[in-house]
């Protein structure tokens, strides 16, 4: 997740805007609460307590990955590991609903297994992990209208994709630097 940080960092930036004018920090997991409270932890160690304090994070545990109940629009969005279990319809389903609420020049960071074949199931799949080619992600994403950047990044497995609406101009680099520290 350090480079996520990283990457956010760089993105504000780009944006000329600084982290702590992200307006707040909030999470939908299709998931279990023991990962609610992981993505809390992983929060106050990535963040820090005092921009937890200014922030207030929202966490929401919804398996149909409703982000409109937060009512506000954000500037950056992360699936990490959610399409790695994901069946097509859910990957749908999880665009769909961030789409409504991305600011236009936000931006969707989603990770995915690349594989040379798709799942084809219906269910969610956890623990194991499924695999999409790239192609087919971004012929999802395209369905929505939103355009889909690969961005190499120090991920053993996961393949990160950035997610744009095609008018933002966005400069999304081509490579996340990997941070040792």
Request: charged share 25%; proline share 4%; aromatic share 10%.
């Amino acid at each position: 997740m350090e480079e996520v940080g990283a990457l956010i960092k760089r993105l504000c930036k780009e944006k000329g805007m600084s982290q702590r004018q992200l307006a707040t920090l909030s999470g939908v997991d299709r998931g279990y609460i023991n990962q609610l409270v992981a993505g809390k932890e992983g929060i106050k160690k990535e963040c820090g307590k005092g921009l937890i304090k200014i922030k207030k994070p929202i966490f929401s545990n919804d398996r149909n990955f409703t982000c409109t109940q937060f009512g506000q629009e954000f500037d950056f969005i992360l699936a990490h590991s959610i399409f790695t279990h994901a069946p097509q319809s859910q990957i749908r389903r999880c665009i769909s609903e961030v789409k409504k609420c991305m600011k236009p020049t936000g931006i969707f960071m989603a990770t995915f297994l690349k594989g040379d074949n798709d799942y084809l199931g219906s269910e969610w799949s956890y623990p194991e992990c499924i695999e999409y080619t790239l192609e087919t992600m971004e012929r999802i994403i395209e369905e929505f209208d939103l355009r889909c950047s690969p961005v190499k990044w120090h991920h053993r497995n996961q393949t990160l994709i950035l997610i744009t609406f095609p008018k933002a101009k966005i400069k999304i680099p081509k490579a996340i630097p990997w941070h040792t520290s």
